[in-house]
């Protein structure tokens, strides 16, 4: 099972700011913070991670709260081409032998 | 760079009939290889993952099986093909820690 629950969908209107949450409250120490969004019939496609600070790209920002529960991306000028289904996923540091679990996402739909 | 090379991108299969999706990586030694199933309008479902040659781990009991004959090759098969076996299927590796997991541009199977 996910270990993180979304929003199934939001709207966003089109040059507005994206924020889709994620929970992600029995994350464990040693697991970041992964955001991928998968466009329609198209494979995912990573957008940022993180541990505990919060990390800006030139796609998104992340938002990860003190107690690590929970984290906000952020798509600071959403297009309609930032129209997707995005995920958060949280997997530990070391990469021998885990899963990496996707859940549903949340689907955004950007409107002109 | 690290590439992943997924195929075909569509395949239509009557049933009963084996099935065999390559996938493929450049760049990388040793990564740890997926694949993943999608079902129209849900999320992705993990079918199998390998951590090196000829070690398969199965997430789910259905009608495929994986290899990984080398390295960097994945293979996914059937030997009769259900129509519950039609979907998305993709292909993702992961290489050294705290790295991002890049994903086949996917293969559409239609059992028929």
């Known amino acids: 099972d996910a270990k993180t629950t979304q929003p199934t969908s939001m709207d966003c209107a089109e040059g507005r700011a994206a924020n889709l949450p994620c929970n992600h409250s029995t994350i464990s120490g040693n697991e970041y913070v992964y955001w991928y969004r998968q466009i329609h019939s198209q494979g995912p496609q990573y957008i940022i991670h993180g541990l505990k600070n919060n990390e800006t790209n030139e796609m998104a920002s992340l938002i990860i709260t003190e107690d690590r529960k929970s984290s906000t991306l952020i798509l600071p000028h959403a297009t309609l081409r930032d129209t997707a289904v995005y995920y958060c996923i949280v997997r530990p540091r070391s990469t021998g032998g885990f899963k990496t679990i996707f859940g549903a996402g949340t689907r955004l739909f950007v409107k002109a | 760079s690290q590439t992943i090379h997924q195929w075909p991108a569509t395949l239509v299969q009557p049933v009963g009939s084996p099935l065999s999706l390559e996938c493929t990586v450049e760049?990388?030694?040793?990564?740890?290889l997926y694949w993943y199933r999608q079902a129209a309008g849900r999320g992705l479902q993990l079918l199998f993952y390998?951590?090196?040659?000829?070690?398969i781990s199965s997430e789910v009991p259905q009608n495929l099986s994986a290899s990984r004959p080398q390295d960097r090759q994945f293979i996914l098969s059937s030997k009769k093909l259900l129509l519950s076996d039609s979907g998305f299927y993709l292909c993702?590796?992961?290489?050294?820690?705290?790295?991002?997991?890049?994903f086949g541009q996917g293969t559409r199977l239609t059992v028929v």
């Open positions: 760049g990388t030694s040793n990564p740890n």
């Open positions: 390998s951590v090196g040659i000829g070690q």
């Open positions: 993702a590796w992961l290489g050294t820690e705290n790295t991002e997991a890049f």
